[in-house]
Each structure stands twice: as structure tokens, then as C-alpha cells.
């Protein structure tokens, strides 16, 4: 007979969570005990490395031979070659089975009640996507940082256009969608959830927005954000030129428009033309945006009153 814990795990949806790793060796421990720590019992994981140069995957083949029976399945994938992240990602979905997905990276934590939150709301059928808050933090003794996070007012096109408040650490997406999707955009490697949120905008799914803080991002020097990565500039420049500066003017965003193009064209200077003088050029286009010249005349301005 069936106890009472094997019901609730089978009467809870699947949820299938992608660990994305590259290089990941510092900190993938932690975040693959973070998904074995939630309090959610219906869990498959699935750890994707794109050719990772360190020893992350012995580390995740150590990990799993001790801890796979605390899943409904528990697989590595592996690659030949580094193709990025929004490969990587669809990598694994080949491998998944279950009603939602979480993709996490491989620096990132779940708190131990993350799928449980999530999935503890009312859920329409044709709610998409869910997401919460997620809190930044340096060291994992101190999980002090800010929450970030919030409500996508609608219409949700024109709102994503002004911010992007979806942390994509913190989110479930219904596996509906990401069938109807094909996947993730391969034609931006190294961006993976921004285009995702249009496009599942784009298919008219509604999305659920939870208060709670769910996910840790962890702050560190290897954020491909925060590193001046330059692929990661590359797919975020060419998403936003392909994308972004029609629905801009659409909603009528003149200013933001121009400066998104305006932050493509230095990106590309800088890409194409290494000479010093050259990035010179392409630096000093900053100061045809009114708001930096602004900050730039604060500083200065601050700079001479601190020096008398």
C-alpha cells in the first residue's frame, strides 16, 4: 500500500529542473544540494555542462552517484563543444518529462521551499510562466543582499520593453510553452531569458507573480552579465537591434529606442575596430545621451566640491 507521502509526490505535477553548468566547479555543489534540499518531493534534474573546462563534471558525476535516488530521474548531458547557453539549455530539454520547468544556473541557489511556493497558488491553464522574488547574495553564510523582483503590469510587451523584472533564477514555465516554442532562441547563445519572456508574451500565455523570495543569485566576478563576457554583449546587442527598437517605437519609447541603438552601434565600433583611437570614438558616442552627459556633469560637479 501506498503511504501518505508516495500520494502527495503522485498527485503533485512534475517538475523538471535543468542545473546549466559551464566551468562551474566553485559552486555547483551548492546549488545541486539546494535542489536535493527542497521540501517539493515530485523532482527530476537534469545537469547540462557545455564543455566545461574545469573539473565541473567530475564533480557532478561524484554528486549524482550519491544522490540521484532523491529523485524521479537524475541524468548529466553532456558536450563536444562550448555552444552557450540557450543550446545548452535545449539540450536538456530533450531529457525532461515533467509539467513545469526550472532552469537554474549553475552559481545559483533554491531555497528549500522554492517549487513548493511556486506551485502552491491558484494556476490557470493558461498561466505560462510563474515567478517570484530572488535575493543576491555574495557568500552563502550571508544571505543579506537585496530582493529583487517584481509584477509585469500589462500590457506585458510594453512594460518587459521599460525593465526586465522576471528573475529568471526564480521562475517555472508550464512545459506546454516551451514545446510551443521550439525551445529557446538559439540565435542569441548567450542570452537566454530575456527573449524567452517575449516570446511566451508574444503566444498570449499569462503570467503569475509571487511575492515570496524563492532563489538566491549569487554575486561573483564570473556573473556573464557583470564580466564584460564579450558573447554575452554580442547575443544581448543583436537580440535588442532584431527585437527591441521597432516594439520601442511602437509604444512610442523615442529616448529608448535611441539609446539602445545608440549603445548597439558602440558595441559594434568596439567589436569590429580595436585601435585605441577607435574606442575612443566609440566611448565618446556615449555623451549623445542626454542622461549620461547628466551623470557625467553630477560626478564632475561633485569631484571639484570635494576637491575645495
Known sequence: MMDNSAKEIE??????????????????????????????????????DDH?????????????????????????????VNSGITPNINRALKYISGDWVKVLPGDDLLFPDSISNLLNCEIDAN???????????????KMDGPAFGAALAKPYERSLLLDNPIPAMATLIRRDVVETLDGYDERY??????????????????????????????????????????????SL?????????????????????????????????????????????????????PSFCWDYVKVRIGMDQNFH
Open 237 to 289: 546587442y543583436k537580440f535588442q537591434k532584431e527585437n527591441l527598437l521597432m516594439k520601442g517605437l511602437k509604444y512610442g519609447f523615442i529616448y529608448l529606442t535611441y539609446t539602445r541603438y545608440l549603445d548597439y552601434l558602440i558595441y559594434r565600433i568596439k567589436e569590429k575596430l580595436s585601435h585605441p583611437t577607435a574606442i575612443k570614438v566609440a566611448n565618446g558616442l556615449n555623451f549623445l545621451k
Open 189 to 234: 547563445p548567450f542570452i537566454d531569458d530575456y527573449p524567452m519572456w517575449f516570446r511566451i508574451i508574444k503566444e498570449k500565455w499569462e503570467i503569475k507573480f509571487l511575492e515570496c523570495v524563492t532563489a538566491g543569485y549569487r554575486l561573483h566576478t564570473q556573473n556573464i552579465s557583470k564580466s564584460g563576457y564579450n558573447p554575452y554583449y554580442k
Open 52 to 80: 566545461s573546462k574545469d573539473d565541473t563534471v567530475a564533480l557532478i558525476e561524484d554528486w549524482i552517484k550519491e544522490n540521484a535516488a532523491s529523485f524521479v530521474h537524475c541524468e548529466l548531458v553532456t558536450s563536444p
Open 11 to 48: 498527485r503533485s505535477p512534475l517538475v523538471s529542473i535543468i542545473v546549466v553548468t559551464y566551468n562551474s566547479s566553485m559552486f555547483i555543489i551548492d546549488t545541486l544540494d539546494s535542489v536535493k534540499n527542497q521540501n517539493y518531493g515530485n523532482i527530476e534534474l537534469i545537469v547540462t
Open 127 to 141: 498561466v505560462g510562466l510563474i515567478y517570484s522574488r530572488a535575493r543576491a547574495f555574495y557568500k552563502l553564510q
